[in-house]
């Protein structure tokens, strides 16, 4: 189903609901299908100002510390609000075969 289609559906199924809430009143068609869209539209503009400052995933702030692999410092702690732990060298946990 195109988007379009959803939309058009939203309304209709809104339309629907007010028109059944009130009664169910003859010869008001236009009217709820008006209301379900202006409803419709406030509910999507809030929802927008809602998310306005949210960021995407996939898009990660540097400083939260999420934004890619932890580097370590001189001192090869990691860096400050890192959260990936540092691990050690696959070397160091590797005995020598004698």
């Known amino acids: 189903m195109k988007q379009s289609d959803l939309n058009e559906q939203r309304v209709r199924d809104r339309a629907y609901h007010l028109w059944e809430a009130d009664g169910s009143p003859h010869g008001m068609a236009d009217t709820y299908w ?3 869209r202006i409803e419709l ?3 999507e503009q809030a929802f927008d100002e809602l998310l ?4 995407p995933a996939s898009d ?5 510390g999420i934004a890619g692999p ?3 410092t001189s001192s090869g702690a990691p860096k400050a609000g890192s959260l990936t732990p540092q691990l050690p060298a696959i070397e160091s946990l590797v005995e020598p075969d004698l």
């Open 34 to 36: 008006h209301r379900a």
């Open 41 to 43: 539209g406030e509910e």
């Open 52 to 55: 306005e400052d949210t960021f």
């Open 60 to 64: 990660a702030p540097a400083h939260s």
């Open 70 to 72: 932890a580097r370590s």
